[in-house]
């Protein structure tokens, strides 16, 4: 006879589920405008047994904000080494698939997830999303909602932040809220009904495709020499590493990385006079560095 089909994620006991506690910090506050995760951590749980994690700094192909700096201390000098996150999206959906994903204002770090997944090509997990900052704004009443501020009150230990302390921080107090919420025990539905129901990962843009040439030396993983006009109309060569196609007030832009600059930059395709694809070479400081 035929096993009966595994019980929806949403249906099981919280102390039976699979959890992952989620945290990514990144170089600015704005996936869909090319800011990029510099660290993830994903810490999955099965009731109150780790069973595995993900946790690495990446190089983000960009410069780290001021702002992001101040915020988690992470320098250029610590992702310079740190694999990108094309080559650790596999290990990272594999850690979140089939778990109920659950993390502190949720909406931002599926944002970025969701933006970094589709760039490597990845897709999105499909199972719920718990949100402890949603929890604590329908249920609580904090001075402040913040991750820290909310360790704070509950008296729970938070020593940095950064993504496997945060994670963990988020844990504690996840089930901090449900004890309190649920005293007798709790199904996965009955903590989405307290949140206002699931997160929703964010929806894919839809864009226009890239041209045929330039798409298929995107699809190849081929290194570009572009021929690129700037604002002020002047005409600059650069050698660059594809990795997506974004689209702002209806232009499209080739977002890469760029050898010369050394970090990611966004060059708009009305202004890509000429590309032939190839290995990159040796940086020739005296091609031009003027600003896109």
Same mark, same amino acid.
Do not use: K
């Given at each position: 006879?035929?096993?009966?089909?595994?019980?929806?994620?949403?249906?099981?006991?919280?102390?039976?589920?699979?959890?992952?506690?989620?945290?990514?910090?990144?170089?600015?506050?704005?996936?869909?405008?090319?800011?990029?995760?510099?660290?993830?951590?994903?810490?999955?749980?099965?009731?109150?047994?780790?069973?595995?994690?993900?946790?690495?700094?990446?190089?983000?192909?960009?410069?780290?904000?001021?702002?992001?700096?101040?915020?988690?201390?992470?320098?250029?000098?610590?992702?310079?080494?740190?694999?990108?996150?094309?080559?650790?999206?596999?290990?990272?959906?594999?850690?979140?698939?089939?778990?109920?994903?659950?993390?502190?204002?949720?909406?931002?770090?599926?944002?970025?997830?969701?933006?970094?997944? !589709?760039? +490597?090509?990845?897709?999105?997990?499909? $199972? %719920?999303?718990?949100?402890? &900052? /949603?929890? @604590?704004?329908?249920?609580?009443?904090?001075?402040?909602?913040?991750?820290? !501020?909310? +360790?704070?009150?509950?008296?729970?230990? $938070? %020593?940095?932040?950064?993504? &496997? /302390?945060? @994670?963990?921080?988020?844990?504690?107090?996840?089930?901090?809220?449900?004890?309190?919420?649920?005293?007798?025990?709790?199904?996965? $539905?009955?903590?989405?009904?307290?949140?206002?129901?699931?997160?929703?990962?964010?929806?894919?843009?839809?864009?226009?495709?890239?041209?045929?040439?330039?798409?298929?030396?995107?699809?190849?993983?081929?290194?570009?020499?572009?021929?690129?006009?700037?604002?002020?109309?002047?005409?600059?060569?650069?050698?660059?590493?594809?990795?997506?196609?974004?689209?702002?007030?209806?232009?499209?832009?080739?977002?890469?990385?760029?050898?010369?600059?050394?970090?990611?930059?966004?060059?708009?395709?009305?202004?890509?006079?000429?590309?032939?694809?190839?290995?990159?070479?040796?940086?020739?400081?005296?091609?031009?560095?003027?600003?896109?």
């Amino acid at each position: 006879m035929p096993s009966d089909p595994p019980a929806r994620t949403d249906r099981l006991p919280l102390d039976d589920a699979p959890l992952a506690f989620v945290d990514v910090e990144t170089t600015g506050l704005n996936a869909w405008s090319g800011d990029r995760i510099c660290e993830v951590a994903v810490v999955r749980f099965q009731g109150t047994r780790e069973v595995g994690r993900v946790v690495t700094l990446v190089n983000p192909l960009r410069a780290i904000s001021p702002g992001a700096f101040a915020v988690n201390g992470i320098t250029p000098a610590m992702v310079a080494g740190a694999p990108t996150f094309a080559r650790i999206a596999s290990a990272v959906r594999e850690a979140l698939e089939g778990a109920v994903l659950v993390a502190h204002n949720a909406a931002f770090d599926l944002g970025f997830l969701g933006r970094e997944l !589709a760039l +490597a090509g990845e897709p999105v997990p499909s $199972s %719920p999303v718990c949100d402890t &900052l /949603a929890l @604590a704004r329908r249920n609580f009443r904090f001075r402040s909602n913040s991750l820290g !501020a909310i +360790a704070a009150a509950l008296g729970i230990w $938070s %020593p940095e932040h950064r993504a &496997l /302390a945060d @994670a963990l921080v988020t844990r504690e107090v996840f089930y901090r809220f449900v004890r309190d919420l649920y005293p007798g025990g709790a199904l996965v $539905s009955d903590v989405l009904w307290s949140q206002g129901g699931s997160v929703p990962w964010p929806a894919a843009q839809a864009l226009p495709a890239l041209p045929p040439r330039l798409a298929e030396a995107v699809q190849r993983g081929q290194s570009l020499r572009l021929w690129y006009v700037t604002a002020d109309g002047r005409q600059t060569v650069r050698w660059v590493d594809p990795i997506s196609l974004t689209g702002w007030e209806g232009t499209l832009s080739l977002v890469a990385y760029c050898h010369l600059r050394q970090e990611q930059r966004t060059f708009r395709l009305d202004r890509i006079v000429r590309w032939e694809s190839g290995t990159t070479p040796t940086l020739d400081t005296s091609v031009s560095t003027e600003g896109i």
